[in-house]
């Protein structure tokens, strides 16, 4: 789950964010219960003011709430704009209504560019017409027939959701409201409840509470969302100002009340780790209690000083030392029914020493098709190996959805030999439209000679059949050491049925532990779990991986339930991989190597 920031903002549009409604503004009843007709007036993002009764000559109107940063009006902004393009040579009008008070027309104007919108975008400065429509969030649509009364309001479809993402959707329920206004029968189901961000509405400005954003807040923010939520990272919206903030606060509400955000999937009872994302329960009360008393902002000599990062470039390690890039730029098809297969690439590294890199970050060119990269170490005279070979020790660092970069402790490092060659492994998911990707590698090398050579290796099991229905399949793999040895850090992979994943270690004295237990694996954000100290494996220690699948109807991601599973590479298959990082207690880099 970035596009950033077009400049120009029309001050013919300032002038005329107002909003003219012919219909009475009582907010009381539901939109679909009004007996007077639906109009409105807005300014798009050109200035030009359009109304509903723009629009008489068609017999449907499709209005949508969207926003420009809602990961969920993201994902669905193709099947919008598509939708728009079916339709509207049979009489359909598609406008697109954006409420947040956070998304200026320079954002919007990027927004409708970069997805190409095909339909009027509208911008509701104050909210009247999200709340005349009464819309709560983005995105949810209205359809509206031929007497602009509201037939069907919620979801455009089940494919995407929260905490999942089905290959295709199973109900269609935009599309089917369409057919029968246009038949001029009723809709059967009139109400499906909208899922996504809620639109940020403009609240009046507190200044003293008990807890304040300069005073309390703040702190909160910088710790544990900024790291996400700033331009060019993996937070889809920014958090580091009080007006950000307030304006997703009830979005913030929710994800933080029901333990969403931040990210972090691993059962507190195991293991100890560096990268602990969790809140305390303390911060997590202060901030609900923030929003719940109106967001005041308090006094601005109590603001902490900006939290430093390590630069502005979008790379979460720091500027590279060296970054390759793919050889040419990919072309991503609009549609892959059989999904499109991994993709290789070969980068010739022209290093003429070896080099020890202590963080390595991947990064994808287009965060909208990308679904994963794994860059692998290819050493002078090692064969191409085939896709299943690049597993293990040869792989120096991957990205997919949530995952961190290879951040290694100060005397740790992996190992890329002279005259290595890079190979990328690029793994794309079309969204509707074509798209194109140069995706790129940066590393960071350690400053001096590491005493420790990091190694990855892959607890996997291949052999597994996950019968049709099946909630709750076991599959395991494992794997000894036969040297002393270190565990940095762990981290599962699994796909759309992957539900539960844990780590144990059993020493050669019989003596076992649970080293890291994720109850509820979630394909949409995968973590490499970093241990806050290495753990010592003596030779002879044994890692058992034990992974749970649900491939029953209860399981929203499962793409098919009344099929049998096999391994394989796309999201519709299955993959069950321990991936740990490592490294030999005996084990020294030669001397003089740089």
Known sequence: MTGWRWRWVSPICVGLLVCVLAASQKPASAPESRTAPLDFQLPDVHGRLVSA???????VVVVAFLGTECPLVNLYMPRLCQLSREYGPRGVQFVGINSNEQDDIGKIIEHVKCHNVPFPM????????????????????????RNRQVVYRGRIDDQYGIGYQKVKPERQYLKDALEKALAGKEVSERHVPAVGCFIGRSKPELVAGSVTYTREVSRIIQKHCQECHRPGHIGPFSLLTYEKTRAWAETIREVV???????????????????????????????????????PKGDERDLPPPREFPDHSG??????????????????????????????????????????????????????????????IRSPGQPLQRSEDLIGNNLLVGYAPGDLPAIFPDGMAKRIPK??????????????????????????FAKELPRHIVRTRSILNRRFAIPPGHDHFRVQSSSTFTRDAYLLSFMPHMHLRGKSFEYKVVYPDGRAEIVLYVPRYDFGWQTQYRLEKPLFM??????????????????????????????????WEEMMIGWVDYYYADEKPNAGVS
């Open 53 to 59: 009764s723009d629009f008489r000559d068609r017999p």
């Open 122 to 145: 509208l911008k509701d400065k104050n909210q009247k017409v999200a709340d005349l429509f009464q819309a709560k969030r983005v995105p949810e649509v209205f359809v509206l027939d």
């Open 257 to 295: 009340a029901e333990r969403r955000m931040p990210p972090w999937h691993a059962d507190p009872r195991y293991g100890k780790f560096a990268n602990d994302r969790s809140m305390p329960e303390q911060d997590r009360a202060t901030l609900l209690a923030w929003i719940d008393q109106g967001c």
């Open 315 to 376: 790379w979460r390690i720091g500027k590279p030392d060296v970054v390759f890039e793919l050889p040419q730029e990919v072309e991503i098809p609009a549609e892959a029914p059989n999904g499109v297969p991994y993709l290789y690439f070969a980068v010739p590294t022209h290093f003429t020493e070896d080099k020890w890199v202590q963080f390595a970050e991947a990064r994808p060119g287009n965060k909208l098709v990308v679904h994963h990269i794994i860059v692998y």
């Open 419 to 444: 005259g290595s060659t890079l190979i990328f492994q690029m793994h794309y998911t079309p969204n509707g439209t074509p798209q194109k990707d140069r995706s790129s590698v940066g590393l960071i």
């Open 538 to 571: 003596p030779a002879g220690t044994r890692i058992e991986c034990t992974a749970h699948f649900d491939n029953s109807p209860n399981n929203p991601n499962n793409p098919d339930p009344t099929k049998t599973v096999f391994w394989g590479e796309q999201t």
